[in-house]
């Protein structure tokens, strides 16, 4: 859905207050609905603004997951991806399917797709216009997208040919066990309702399959760096995951972590190239870049770790380290 290299699209930029700073394409809020939530990971209402008093993110005290509270409710939210937004997926489609190739690469993607004999299915959440799923169509799989916005959705259907439900995975409602891999590219941190949206993901997913999932790292050394400024820190990212905040809420929702890969030392622009290189060469053995992608495959129902925000109130299954 959304990259973080993505550069500054202008027409957004120009919606922004004078002041503000726009890292990457975000629409700026404005007269919103709002909700106050409390931390879906573990269900605490006890956070502290994150990086400043302005900051629109909050960090729970508790389990250490940052998150936009308040947050704009859902309906607001899919209005945000217009035509402004297709524009912006059009100029950047090659330079985010290149970016998810590499990460696919990173992540042995091959072993996966060898691993599984026969008929294999690729679900896409967040598929824009639907480049990584016509190329999946191409090496054999039965390829399928969802996009909220309309116009990208409809570019890839008419374009390239590949199936596309408008709308949002929980609408779509496919059947149990539909997909071998469901991907999902810079979507997660956008969406109301994270859990919700990867409980949804394990109930359509083949025993046999896996989920893969991408997004910003706030252990990453630029969003440590930068602070505030960090590219990532944008309106619609209404939560930010580090590796172990991602790894917690899958496991709670019945996923195991099997790989994990960061990437991305310093964006371009922001270092000499040589200082750039040789932190996007040491983010990946140490962890500490600026994306996070997690391969995982759903455990038995009886290992599923207890729901924190049960009745009984213990918190199980989060890492606080
Ligand atoms: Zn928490």
Not at 194 to 213: A, D, K, S
Not at 295 to 314: E, F
Request: aromatic share 8%; glycine share 8%; hydrophobic share 35%.
């Amino acid at each position: 859905m959304i990259l973080p290299s993505r550069p500054q699209n202008p027409e957004a930029a120009q919606r922004a207050p004078a002041g503000s700073v726009m890292k990457t394409f975000s629409m700026q809020p404005g007269n919103e609905a709002l909700n106050h939530v409390v931390c879906t990971l573990c269900g605490a209402d006890d956070a502290h603004r994150w990086n400043g008093s302005d900051s629109l993110f909050v960090q729970c005290r508790r389990c250490g997951l940052v998150y936009q509270d308040p947050q704009p409710v859902r309906a607001e939210l899919l209005s945000r991806y217009d035509d402004d937004y297709y524009s912006y997926e059009i100029e950047n489609e090659a330079q985010f399917f290149r970016l998810m190739q590499l990460g696919l690469k990173d992540i042995q993607f091959d072993d996966i797709e060898r691993s599984l004999d026969g008929e294999r299915s690729f679900l896409d959440v967040g598929c824009a216009t639907g480049m990584l799923i016509e190329s999946m169509k191409k090496r054999g799989w039965a390829e399928q997208g969802v996009e909220v916005c309309r116009p990208a959705a409809e570019h890839g259907k008419q374009q390239r040919g590949v199936r596309i439900h408008v709308g949002t995975l929980e609408d779509a409602g496919f059947p149990d066990a539909s997909f071998d891999v469901v991907h999902c590219s810079h979507l997660i941190e956008h969406l109301n309702d994270p859990r919700g949206f990867v409980r949804e993901v394990r109930r359509i997913l083949t025993p046999r399959g896996c989920f893969l999932v991408t997004t910003p790292n706030t252990d990453g050394f630029q969003a440590r760096l930068f602070g505030k400024e960090w590219r990532s820190m944008i309106p619609d990212h209404l939560y930010l995951f580090s590796r172990r905040t991602l790894a917690s809420l899958l496991r709670q929702e019945g996923f195991a972590v099997q790989r994990e890969k960061t990437w991305g030392g310093l964006a371009i622009g922001t270092a000499p190239r040589a200082l750039k290189a040789l932190a996007d060469k040491l983010a990946k053995p140490f962890g500490f870049g600026d994306v996070v992608m997690l391969l995982t495959r759903a455990v038995k129902n009886d290992d599923i770790l207890p729901n924190p925000h049960s009745r009984s109130g213990k918190v199980l299954g989060v890492d606080r380290n």
